[in-house]
């Protein structure tokens, strides 16, 4: 979020810009990754929550392989 802001001034005062879409490829890296570190927390939890469906599917199995390099 604060790679997208930007802070403009004018005579009236301060005007905040917030860019919603972007190019820039650390920005995209950086989403992308925590969008995935979401997901795999989220997983997680649930595993608790379903331990046999997990189990049945090999979710647990391959949520070790998901979270590496996360």
Do not use: C, N
């Not at 820039?24 to 649930?46: C, D, H, N, W, Y």
């Amino acid at each position: 979020m604060i790679s997208a802001l930007r802070k403009k001034e004018h005579d009236k005062g301060i005007r905040w810009e917030v860019s919603y879409l972007t190019k820039e490829p650390e920005v995209i890296r950086g989403t992308m990754k925590s969008v995935a570190q979401t997901g795999v927390v989220s997983l997680r939890l649930f595993r608790h929550v379903f331990p046999k469906r997990f189990a049945e599917l090999g979710i647990t199995d391959s949520l070790v392989r998901l979270q590496q390099d996360l």
